[in-house]
């Protein structure tokens, strides 16, 4: 089945540090991606819907300059959390959805631990 | 507001009993999906159904089976004959007009028990 890369699997940064995530389509194009985030024990909290050659689409309470989401090509959305601190630090996961949207799929998720 | 609710937090059982996972949902739209998540402790989600809110049948994989009923806006989660692997968080989603923006609940924490 389809998969969906997310690299890297974890990270561990200085504070005030840029930290950029990976999350790939492997086998199928997509034009829609979005980023989730998790803190420990807690639910996955959507940040934004990242769209394919466009700008992405935050959602309330999230800071788009801190949180930077490039979505350049079909197959590959990047996060990037500037200026990190440690309250950035939490499980980032992307998801995926095919060309039609019938399917979806998640990365694998990137650990990010903010000293 | 918080648009799916499952409200157990944590449940233990033990292994060869049977746990049923609630998920309750509000929604205005009448297209609509449901999926089911389990998240191991490695993290990753992965996928166990996803339900659009036209097809209201019930459904049985395995020893995993999902009872949907539009009437009461729930989507439940039985595993039967609980085996040590099935312990995971298990997280019940929503998107509405089927654009693939979930909104998850707060999982459930299940502990099977040897």
């Known amino acids: 089945g389809a998969v969906v890369s997310q690299h890297p699997s974890r990270v561990i940064c200085k504070s005030g540090t840029s930290v950029k995530i990976e999350c790939r389509s492997l086998?199928?194009?997509?034009?829609?991606m979005f980023w989730y985030r998790q803190f420990p024990k807690k639910s996955l909290m959507l940040m934004a819907t990242s769209n394919e050659g466009s700008k992405a689409t935050y959602e309330q309470g999230v800071e788009k300059d801190k949180f930077l989401i490039n979505h350049a090509s079909l197959t590959l959305s990047t996060l990037t959390v500037t200026s990190a601190h440690p309250e950035d630090s939490s499980f980032y996961i992307c998801?995926?959805?095919?060309?039609?949207?019938?399917?979806?799929?998640f990365g694998s998720g990137t650990q990010l631990s903010v000293l | 507001a918080q648009k799916v609710t499952q409200a157990q937090t944590e449940i233990s059982v033990v292994e060869k009993e049977d746990v049923t996972l609630d998920c309750v949902y509000e929604t205005r739209d009448t297209t609509y999906y449901l999926f089911w998540y389990k998240q191991p402790p490695s993290g990753e989600l992965v996928f166990l159904i996803r339900?659009?809110?036209?097809?209201?049948q019930n459904e049985i994989s395995g020893r995993y089976s999902w009872n949907f009923q539009k009437s009461t806006s729930s989507f439940n989660f039985t595993i039967t004959a609980s085996q040590v692997v099935d312990s995971a968080v298990y997280f019940c989603a929503l998107s509405e007009h089927g654009n693939n923006r979930l909104a998850f609940g707060k999982g459930n924490q299940v502990v099977v028990i040897p």
């Open positions: 998801s995926a959805a095919d060309r039609g949207g019938e399917k979806l799929f």
């Open positions: 339900r659009n809110s036209f097809d209201e």
């Open positions: 086998d199928f194009q997509a034009t829609t």
